[in-house]
């Protein structure tokens, strides 16, 4: 029951579904793709919204209480930015789902050709891999780092300083031994210690996960379009073989026609006494299918000019057909028309999740510099330098992992130039060559995505990043 | 006159292959177990020792100390990742001296166009330089310790498994012994596997100037289209080969640009530092040896970042060479297919390590400037 309801879902959804499932599941405020009550998918997401802010305010709380002693200040203030993470995303979701739907829509109706449909469909399955296991891949890292989160609290004391102001002097106060320093409302001994443990377990996982599924979503979107201009990289050349027939002879140029898949032996295009003897109508639809995006009106292809002026006109010098010779000129408008619906997407991608970038760039930067000075006082293999090294690790693994995939998508929007340049162009026809002139022109500005505007994604910005921890932490150390 | 470029790479294959680093599949065992053996003494065993010396020397021992010891560990451990590197990458090194002799019997550059030829001698002397730099270091270490041999005093400190500090003479010297040639060891392969991407990326600016000057001919041709299409061809053809071949530089070799610039930044770092620190009059030998393996790290650095900026540079000449030739009177199709290329040639090529890190002067200046940072750092704790 459930795999005929799922398979409705077309394009980007039915790529993402794992994902958005998981995002559903763990409390995200998605409510498109699913069957049965939102009310109760609501209160549910509400629940855990309610629960989080909750643990979050104790947590501030906390901090709030523990001002005085310099240390302890700044290790609550390096766990209320971590934590901040995931009310943010988890409230940006919520405000912005709209615009998620919108992106995940853009691919519900993409264009399509006979000639191309093997290359699509493979890129398309590349993706669709490469989508399943990065989000396996950060799912089993965040269980990980949760488990060893937990772990690690059994190890060491478990004590806070405290300033005595009487005395002047710093005390070592005995706390509850729970993952996160926290107030409550009710004293953590017996049976409440275990269950303020198991619910601080609850706020660790969620939390973790909550954040890195809506990372991961935003990543598996630039996958999705980098393999797409893989593909329109991929059928760069046999579409030049192709325009290359229209006014240069080749010897072989019916195999052209065939579908570049190896084990497909069948003609795409029947010769002309097949077409005599089937009622086959000069019909574009059949060759180049084009849909507009956003779900709009299905436009009349009636775009494609008519060189010859007629049925039964043919100069061309490979003794093309008219239907091989149009299939020939759609091809080119196809590749521009997909390469228009990948700028399309991408431009979505950095609508909807640009800010979510931003917030998270402005929260890791501040807890980056802080965890250089807590850094700096490490001074031996301990708990204190694990879970120190821990947060740095995790934040800067959060920051790499949008930066190298915006670094991909600059690498491969602007590699489309160098794929128009290395095919054969100089053999093809003069549309051929007008079209790859252009391709070079608007290809050199390659395609990023921003952190609203103040910032592009990628590999330079991790970078900075990293040089900024290292700068401060040797500020620090000289000011130690 | 023809040109070899071939043999340019001569002299470090000799070190490499000599000292048991040629290790392709098709190697005979004795040769392989010849070395892993020299690898084991000269490489692995010292670099356990030093490892255990320098944590010693972190808790116990001063900036100085601490310094000397960085020193040879990066170095150590920099020689370590770039053998693996090249056994590696071995297959692809060749592949590459392919393309460059496939290249000598294909685009031979005219006998009048001495640029390359001029190009050839220079980095042969560049060659000759570089291992001679690294040998006279070699030299004053060695010195440094022989003229100071009633000291007991060695290359570098580092554990051992007997104190080589001790009276008895038949426990300094083997050990003083088997110290330079370590030494010596590590340098000759540091210094040629390093020099490999510096002479592949010479070889790249070579072909880029080759193919300035093949556009650059004055045919006084009259409008042919298949002749211009053919010759628009051959240029492309060319020029796409020899983008593969950077992009080969940029796959296979850059991986010991990264490697060395880690390394040279700290041990410039800890090489600026004592030689302010060290007296030039009192301790001359000592001043002498550490100022020159500083200069010679900066050397290792600044090779391959100039010779990367070589390739970019040239590679900008192109498009001009193109716009000079004479593409007024030629065919239509010659002239929308210059655009084309010109459309092209507008992004340069450059080296690039991982996509990222680009091997050019600007990465040059940041590394001393690291490095640099590094210094005030140490002089900062020292002060302490």
Redesign the interface.
């Known amino acids: 029951m459930t795999s005929i309801i799922e398979s409705k879902y077309v394009g980007l959804v039915s790529d993402l579904l794992p994902n958005i499932r998981l995002m559903q599941g763990f409390g995200h405020f998605i409510f498109k793709y699913i069957n049965g009550p939102i009310f109760l998918r609501k209160v549910y997401s509400s629940v855990h919204l309610v629960l989080l802010l909750f643990q979050f305010l104790c947590i501030l709380l906390n901090l709030a209480q523990n001002t005085d002693e310099v240390s302890e200040l700044t290790a609550n203030t390096i766990t209320v930015l971590f934590f901040t993470h995931c009310i943010t995303k988890f409230v940006y979701v919520a405000l912005s789902s709209e615009n998620i739907s919108r992106t995940l829509g853009i691919w519900n109706q993409s264009n399509s050709h006979p000639l191309f449909t093997e290359s699509n469909s493979r890129y398309h399955q590349i993706a669709l891999a490469k989508m399943r296991r990065l989000l396996m891949l950060v799912m089993l890292t965040t269980c990980i780092a949760t488990v060893c989160w937990t772990t690690i609290t059994f190890f060491g004391d478990s004590t806070k300083l405290w300033r005595d102001h009487e005395n002047n002097e710093t005390l070592t106060v005995e706390i509850p031994r729970l993952m996160i320093k926290s107030w409550y409302p009710w004293n953590p001994v017996g049976a409440l210690y275990f269950a303020s443990l198991a619910f601080q377990f609850y706020y660790l996982l969620f939390s973790m996960v909550i954040c890195n599924t809506s990372d991961v979503l935003f990543c598996s979107w630039l996958i999705f379009a980098c393999e797409q201009l893989q593909h329109l990289k991929g059928i760069m050349r046999p579409l030049m073989e192709l325009s290359a027939t229209l006014d240069t002879y080749r010897p072989n140029s019916a195999a052209l026609f065939r579908t570049v898949s190896a084990s497909s032996k069948s003609e795409l295009i029947l010769n002309d006494e097949n077409e005599k003897n089937s009622n086959y109508d000069l019909n574009i639809s059949t060759i180049y299918n084009t849909k507009s995006d956003w779900g709009a009106q299905y436009r009349a292809p009636t775009t494609l000019q008519n060189f010859n002026g007629g049925k039964g006109n043919n100069n061309n010098p490979n003794g093309l057909t008219e239907k091989q010779e149009m299939m020939v000129r759609s091809a080119i408008k196809y590749w521009v028309e997909r390469h228009k619906h990948v700028v399309r997407l991408v431009s979505a991608i950095g609508d909807t999740y640009g800010l979510a970038l931003l917030l998270h760039m402005l929260t890791s930067t501040i807890m980056l510099t802080l965890l250089a000075y807590q850094a700096t006082k490490i001074d031996g293999v301990n708990v204190y330098a694990f879970s120190v090294i821990g947060y740095l690790v995790y934040s800067l693994a959060q920051v790499f992992l949008f930066c190298i995939f915006g670094?991909r998508l600059i690498?491969e929007s602007s590699s489309v130039?160098?794929a128009a340049?290395?095919c054969?162009?100089?053999?093809g026809s003069?549309e051929a060559?007008t079209f790859?002139?252009i391709v070079?022109?608007q290809c050199?500005k390659a395609m990023t995505i921003s952190g609203a505007k103040f910032f592009t994604v990628s590999?330079?910005l991790f970078?900075s990043v990293l040089g900024a921890v290292v700068?401060y932490f040797?500020v620090l150390?000289?000011l130690k | 006159m023809e040109l070899n470029y071939s043999s340019v790479f001569n002299l470090p294959f000799f070190f490499l292959k000599n000292l048991g680093l040629w290790q392709s599949k098709s190697s005979w065992k004795i040769y392989r177990s010849y070395g892993f053996i020299l690898y084991l003494i000269f490489l692995g065993l010292p670099l356990v020792c030093h490892t255990k010396f320098f944590f010693y020397i972190v808790k116990n021992g001063t900036i100085a100390d601490i310094s000397h010891a960085i020193n040879i560990l990066f170095s150590l451990y920099g020689t370590l990742f770039k053998t693996f590197w090249f056994v590696i990458k071995l297959e692809s090194i060749k592949e590459m001296l392919e393309v460059i002799s496939t290249d000598h019997k294909t685009h031979q550059p005219r006998k009048t166009f001495l640029n390359n030829f001029s190009s050839y001698g220079n980095i042969m002397k560049v060659v000759k330089f570089y291992y001679g730099s690294a040998l006279w270091a070699v030299l004053m270490a060695s010195l440094n310790s022989v003229i100071h041999y009633k000291r007991k005093e060695v290359i570098y400190e580092t554990w051992w498994f007997w104190d080589y500090k001790s009276n008895d003479n038949y426990v300094y010297w083997p050990f003083l012994c088997y110290q330079i040639l370590l030494i010596l060891y590590g340098c000759l392969v540091n210094y040629s596997i390093d020099i490999i991407p510096v002479l592949f990326m010479n070889f790249a600016s070579m072909m880029l100037n080759n193919l300035s000057d093949k556009i650059s001919v004055k045919n006084n041709v009259k409008e042919n289209e298949v002749k211009d299409?053919k010759e628009?061809?051959n240029l492309?053809e060319y020029h796409?080969k020899i983008?593969q071949f950077t992009d080969d530089i940029s796959t296979h070799t850059t991986f010991v640009f990264f490697i060395q610039t880690f390394i040279s930044s700290f041990i410039l770092c800890a090489c600026t530092f004592l030689i302010t620190t060290t007296s030039p009059i009192n301790n001359t030998s000592e001043f002498m040896r550490t100022f020159l393996y500083g200069c010679s790290m900066l050397f290792q650095i600044f090779l391959p970042c100039y010779y990367g900026n070589e390739v970019s540079a040239t590679s900008d000449k192109i498009s001009t060479s193109l716009f000079h030739s004479n593409w007024e009177g030629r065919s239509k199709?010659y002239r929308?297919?210059v655009?084309?290329i010109m459309?092209?040639l507008?992004?340069s090529i450059k080296i690039r390590f991982n996509?990222?890190i680009t091997i050019d002067f600007g990465t040059f200046t940041k590394i001393c400037n690291y490095a640099y940072?590094?210094y005030?750092?140490f002089q900062?704790?020292n002060v302490k």
């Open positions: 670094n690498e130039m160098e340049y290395s054969h162009w100089y053999d003069e060559k790859v002139q070079c022109q050199q590999l330079d970078a700068t040797m150390v000289q | 299409i628009i061809k492309v796409k983008k199709k929308k297919s655009e084309i459309e092209n507008k992004h996509n990222f940072s590094l005030a750092v900062k704790v």
